[in-house]
T-cell receptor
Framework: QQQVKQSPQSLIVQKGGISIINCAYE??????FPWYQQFPGKGPALLIA?????SEKKEGRFTISFNKSAKQFSLHIMDSQPGDSATYFC????????????FGEGTQLTVNP | DAGITQSPRHKVTETGTPVTLRCHQT?????MYWYRQDPGHGLRLIHY???????DKGEVSDGYSVSRSKTEDFLLTLESATSSQTSVYFC?????????????FGPGTRLTVT
């Protein structure tokens, strides 16, 4: 049972464009939503995270938009760069469960120069 | 990789043999986790530990066992490896007392069961 659904599976964007990755969750008890970035041969690295008390969080070129009523959240990468080419995972957890993360399936992003 | 090492980094083993993967941390974080990563499934939690000798099952725990005798070490054992356990295994750590309890991942172990 996949509790966090991520789309698209793959995404190709031109340099300077906006990359958008979407996630939808089912469990309304989730209250922590991180995004991870993973390069080939490396472990996932925490990129940015949000709690449901805000609708948007921005860190540099990366923004999370959160829609609690729709149970959806998305990652926007502004001015995408070839160095952003990686696999991105959304995740969710219930704070009270020791941060046991449920991950989406992943999106492979390619930014063409 | 946030003071986390995994060993071995690569292993090829035969079906039916026991395999133990090791995760070592230098951050003194209370929580440790084992995930497996497979194409199309993201990362799935196998087992986790919330303290020395305190462990619990994740969503894909069948065929795996864990042990944690020291804060810094978390071992994952496949008692009798099967081809379906071919995967990349990641260890992660977190400390719920710090910030939002963010999880930090190790470099991974690629396991192939032939």
């Amino acid at each position: 049972q996949q509790q966090v659904k991520q789309s698209p599976q793959s995404l190709i964007v031109q340099k300077g464009g906006i990359s958008i990755i979407n996630c939808a969750y089912e469990n309304t008890a989730f209250d922590y939503f991180p995004w991870y970035q993973q390069f080939p041969g490396k472990g996932p690295a925490l990129l940015i995270a949000i709690r449901p008390d805000v609708s948007e969080k921005k860190e540099g070129r990366f923004t999370i938009s959160f829609n609690k009523s729709a149970k959806q959240f998305s990652l926007h990468i502004m001015d995408s760069q070839p160095g952003d080419s990686a696999t991105y995972f959304c995740a969710a957890s219930k704070e009270t469960s020791g941060s046991r993360l449920t991950f989406g399936e992943g999106t492979q992003l390619t930014v063409n120069p | 990789d946030a003071g986390i090492t995994q060993s071995p980094r690569h292993k090829v083993t035969e079906t039916g043999t026991p395999v133990t993967l090791r995760c070592h941390q230098t951050e003194n974080h209370r929580y440790m986790y084992w995930y497996r990563q497979d194409p199309g499934h993201g990362l799935r939690l196998i087992h986790y530990s919330y303290g020395v000798k305190d462990t619990d099952k994740g969503e894909v725990s069948d065929g795996y066992s864990v042990s944690r005798s020291k804060t810094e070490d978390f071992l994952l054992t496949l008692e009798s490896a099967t081809s379906s356990q071919t995967s990349v295994y990641f260890c992660a750590i977190s400390d719920p007392r710090a910030g939002w309890g963010e999880q930090y991942f190790g470099p991974g172990t690629r396991l192939t069961v032939t």
